[in-house]
């Protein structure tokens, strides 16, 4: 309600009073002792009246108004003139706080303790208790402009919330009866009015900065990023500048701040993932016995998707929707203080998720030049995309197939033996191929050569067998022992032909194997028996004669 009173509508005995209540009330307001002032600049049309009944907690508080500033005529007080008004006589017309944004679960109890879900947009009143879940998180927009998080598990009661016309005096008061705020405070001048945290163990003040409190049973502490802040209880006070924190413990007196930890290093984590929940590791930062990783959709982390410790020097990331986000990571120090924030952006894009691999297993051994290739088939998934390569990085591709409508493949021509590695990746309607699977490693072993032992009309042995491919060498033992403890004869062949050094008449067993191009040592096959029936001849001649057995 606007209250307009001019001098022509006033009664000559107003005036009298006014001047009287005027004069009387200037020595009161040279007494010592003077609260904390605000300044307004007189509009026009505005007079001692008119400013009580808008700004000012009573209309009787004009006298004294006038008192205060030593004003000689109510009646004519210049447009621009500075009133001087003690912070107290302000009217304190509580406004509510708005919820700006919220993950999870959070509630709501008003004062006749009715309970209600909170969502964004919401009106929060003053004298309202918050609770959050350990999932949950809201931000709030308080009347002077600040900005609020209230994380997981916190209760929180707002007791007042008021911000002044005259020069923006703010009233603020919150109760943390436990759980953690993060706030952006407005900034203010000294006159600012007062914002206050109390915690069972201990309140604090501030007048514009940005800091975090804890509280829980054991007591409060307090972290200040910029700014200050000053912690207290009955037993004494600290001031925290940027860059400290103290803790306060009921019945105790503050600690002595200490340094927070620096922002740790987050230049090296990808920017995008397509594997969650991940650690994505980080360089450990000295003193730092923990880390917390926190996860929100904007750049002002309004409301938190994501809130998680670590003992090791990781960023974590949980299971969550694609899309992109922002993540910030600090360390924590031994006595439990959390450092600056480092900040990342990344990309989730872990979906459709890739299928299970299936065989040949990893490390896989196999002889079949043409490996059938399985994997679990994913119901969301349209097609597969398959992929074989000779290098993990799959620089060097043998095959790259994007349109698999089943769930296994197998090549059409043979692998030569060598190391390969392959993987899958699910593709849904619309083309939206997902992540790749892990990559599995297999080996395509080079067969044992399958060895012919004949003998000619006069006894001599002629061992044939298959060829294999231009780069391979192949092991030949020959013994008398099924053990092949001492064989009588142990040599590796490269050409097409070698001798053999004679052997003495009687039964012997064969061995051979193929020892591939990279160096990678078959197994050995299967043990075949001969026999030497004369010593005649001094040496046997080993024919490596390219042909199919049987020939």
């Given at each position: 309600?606007?209250?307009?009173?001019?001098?022509?509508?006033?009664?000559?005995?107003?005036?009298?009073?006014?001047?009287?209540?005027?004069?009387?009330?200037?020595?009161?307001?040279?007494?010592?002792?003077?609260?904390?002032?605000?300044?307004?600049?007189?509009?026009?049309?505005?007079?001692?009246?008119?400013?009580?009944?808008?700004?000012?907690?009573?209309?009787?508080?004009?006298?004294?108004?006038?008192?205060?500033?030593?004003?000689?005529?109510?009646?004519?007080?210049?447009?621009?003139?500075?009133?001087?008004?003690?912070?107290?006589?302000?009217?304190?017309?509580?406004?509510?706080?708005?919820?700006?944004?919220?993950?999870?679960?959070?509630?709501?109890?008003?004062?006749?303790?009715?309970?209600?879900?909170?969502?964004?947009?919401?009106?929060?009143?003053?004298?309202?208790?918050?609770?959050?879940?350990?999932?949950?998180?809201?931000?709030?927009?308080?009347?002077?402009?600040?900005?609020m998080l209230v994380?997981?598990?916190?209760?929180?009661?707002?007791?007042?919330?008021?911000?002044?016309?005259?020069?923006?005096?703010?009233?603020?008061?919150?109760?943390?009866?436990?759980?953690?705020?993060?706030?952006?405070?407005?900034?203010?001048?000294?006159?600012?009015?007062?914002?206050?945290?109390?915690?069972?163990?201990?309140?604090?003040?501030?007048?514009?900065?940005?800091?975090?409190?804890?509280?829980?049973?054991?007591?409060?502490?307090?972290?200040?990023?910029?700014?200050?802040?000053?912690?207290?209880?009955?037993?004494?006070?600290?001031?925290?500048?940027?860059?400290?924190?103290?803790?306060?413990?009921?019945?105790?007196?503050?600690?002595?701040?200490?340094?927070?930890?620096p922002a740790p290093?987050?230049?090296?984590?990808?920017?995008?993932?397509?594997?969650?929940?991940?650690?994505?590791?980080?360089?450990?930062?000295?003193?730092?016995?923990?880390?917390?990783?926190?996860?929100?959709?904007?750049?002002?982390?309004?409301?938190?998707?994501?809130?998680?410790?670590?003992?090791?020097?990781?960023?974590r990331v949980r299971?969550?929707?694609?899309?992109?986000?922002?993540?910030?990571?600090?360390?924590?120090?031994?006595?439990?203080?959390?450092?600056?924030?480092?900040?990342?952006?990344?990309?989730?894009?872990?979906?459709?998720?890739?299928?299970?691999?299936?065989?040949?297993?990893?490390?896989?051994?196999?002889?079949?030049?043409?490996?059938?290739?399985?994997?679990?088939?994913?119901?969301?998934?349209?097609?597969?995309?398959?992929?074989?390569?000779?290098?993990?990085?799959?620089?060097?591709?043998?095959?790259?197939?994007?349109?698999?409508?089943?769930?296994?493949?197998?090549?059409?021509?043979?692998?030569?033996?060598?190391?390969?590695?392959?993987?899958?990746?699910?593709?849904?309607?619309?083309?939206?191929?997902?992540?790749?699977?892990?990559?599995?490693?297999?080996?395509?072993?080079?067969?044992?050569?399958?060895?012919?032992?004949?003998?000619?009309?006069?006894?001599?042995?002629?061992?044939?067998?298959?060829?294999?491919?231009?780069?391979?060498?192949?092991?030949?033992?020959?013994?008398?022992?099924?053990?092949?403890?001492?064989?009588?004869?142990?040599?590796?062949?490269?050409?097409?032909?070698?001798?053999?050094?004679?052997?003495?008449?009687?039964?012997?067993?064969?061995?051979?194997?193929?020892?591939?191009?990279?160096?990678?040592?078959?197994?050995?096959?299967?043990?075949?028996?001969?026999?030497?029936?004369?010593?005649?001849?001094?040496?046997?001649?080993?024919?490596?004669?390219?042909?199919?057995?049987?020939?």
């Amino acid at each position: 309600m606007q209250i307009t009173i001019s001098g022509s509508t006033m009664s000559r005995q107003t005036r009298r009073v006014a001047t009287a209540a005027a004069g009387f009330l200037l020595a009161v307001a040279s007494l010592p002792g003077r609260a904390v002032d605000v300044t307004h600049v007189v509009l026009p049309g505005e007079n001692p009246w008119t400013i009580s009944a808008h700004h000012l907690r009573s209309m009787d508080l004009w006298p004294r108004l006038v008192a205060y500033n030593r004003i000689a005529d109510a009646l004519r007080i210049a447009p621009g003139t500075v009133l001087h008004i003690p912070e107290p006589w302000l009217a304190r017309r509580n406004q509510p706080a708005r919820v700006l944004a919220v993950e999870g679960e959070a509630l709501l109890t008003d004062r006749r303790g009715r309970q209600a879900p909170l969502k964004t947009g919401d009106r929060v009143p003053a004298g309202a208790l918050l609770k959050t879940t350990a999932e949950g998180s809201l931000s709030l927009g308080l009347a002077d402009r600040s900005r609020m998080l209230v994380k997981g598990n916190s209760e929180l009661r707002l007791e007042a919330n008021s911000d002044s016309a005259p020069a923006g005096t703010r009233s603020i008061l919150l109760d943390l009866q436990r759980g953690g705020l993060e706030n952006e405070i407005e900034r203010r001048s000294s006159s600012g009015g007062r914002f206050e945290i109390r915690t069972p163990a201990g309140t604090a003040a501030v007048r514009g900065t940005t800091f975090r409190v804890v509280a829980n049973e054991s007591g409060t502490s307090a972290e200040v990023l910029s700014g200050a802040v000053k912690l207290h209880n009955r037993l004494g006070a600290v001031n925290l500048a940027a860059g400290f924190g103290s803790s306060i413990a009921p019945r105790v007196v503050p600690a002595v701040p200490r340094a927070l930890l620096p922002a740790p290093d987050l230049a090296a984590l990808p920017p995008r993932v397509e594997r969650v929940p991940a650690d994505l590791a980080i360089p450990a930062l000295p003193g730092a016995g923990a880390y917390r990783t926190q996860i929100a959709r904007d750049e002002s982390f309004s409301a938190l998707l994501f809130d998680q410790t670590a003992v090791a020097p990781v960023a974590r990331v949980r299971d969550l929707p694609d899309g992109d986000y922002l993540l910030r990571v600090r360390g924590i120090d031994a006595g439990g203080f959390e450092g600056f924030d480092a900040r990342h952006t990344l990309t989730i894009d872990a979906r459709p998720e890739p299928p299970f691999l299936i065989s040949p297993v990893d490390e896989a051994k196999i002889g079949d030049p043409r490996p059938a290739f399985r994997w679990t088939n994913r119901q969301a998934a349209v097609t597969y995309r398959f992929q074989l390569a000779r290098d993990r990085g799959f620089a060097d591709l043998l095959l790259d197939k994007p349109d698999i409508a089943g769930d296994t493949v197998a090549p059409d021509a043979d692998l030569p033996a060598g190391e390969y590695f392959w993987r899958v990746a699910a593709i849904e309607s619309g083309n939206d191929q997902g992540p790749f699977s892990d990559l599995q490693r297999l080996r395509r072993v080079p067969g044992a050569p399958a060895v012919d032992v004949q003998q000619d009309k006069d006894g001599k042995p002629a061992i044939r067998w298959r060829p294999g491919a231009p780069d391979e060498r192949f092991q030949l033992q020959i013994a008398r022992d099924a053990g092949f403890a001492n064989p009588a004869v142990d040599m590796t062949f490269a050409e097409t032909g070698a001798a053999l050094p004679a052997l003495d008449p009687g039964r012997y067993l064969l061995r051979a194997r193929t020892i591939a191009g990279d160096g990678y040592v078959g197994d050995w096959g299967t043990v075949q028996q001969f026999e030497v029936r004369s010593r005649a001849w001094p040496a046997l001649l080993l024919l490596l004669v390219p042909v199919l057995l049987g020939l």
